[in-house]
């Protein structure tokens, strides 16, 4: 499966920013989807994910009540709402997805995705 990540860009601390992930090609295979971020020299994190057809989302911490994760099945498109983003949301914003033959039962890291998308810069200033 093919991502395309889009819809970065700069935003005011407080404010809001959708960003979205758009698949293509074996998606009825995909079992899970993800949003990961990678600061300025700080490891790659998880930041949210849900299951591709049905499911709980399942959020870090430090975005539990300001993001929201969804799907669009028809459009098969990955969206992360993201609201009151604070400075420290400044990253690059990766989607990834995990094959149903790759699915481990587990998706808080990312050696558990076996599909990336290039990502998309968000920026929040002050």
């Known amino acids: 499966v093919q991502l395309q990540a889009s819809g970065g860009g700069l935003v005011q601390a407080g404010g809001s920013l959708r960003i979205s992930c758009e698949a293509s090609?074996?998606?009825?295979?995909?079992?899970?989807v993800g949003w990961f971020r990678q600061a300025p020299g700080k490891e790659r994190e998880f930041v949210a994910a849900?299951?591709?057809?049905?499911?709980?989302?399942t959020y870090a911490d430090f975005v539990k009540g300001r993001f929201t994760i969804s799907i669009d099945n028809v459009k098969n498109t990955v969206y992360l709402q993201m609201n009151s983003l604070k400075l420290e949301d400044t990253a690059v914003y990766y989607c990834a997805a995990v094959s149903e033959s790759y699915y481990s039962g587990s998706y808080s890291y990312s050696y558990e995705y076996d599909n990336w998308g290039q990502g998309t810069q968000v920026t929040v200033s002050s």
């Open positions: 090609g074996r998606t009825f295979g995909v079992a899970v």
């Open positions: 849900r299951p591709w057809i049905d499911g709980s989302a």
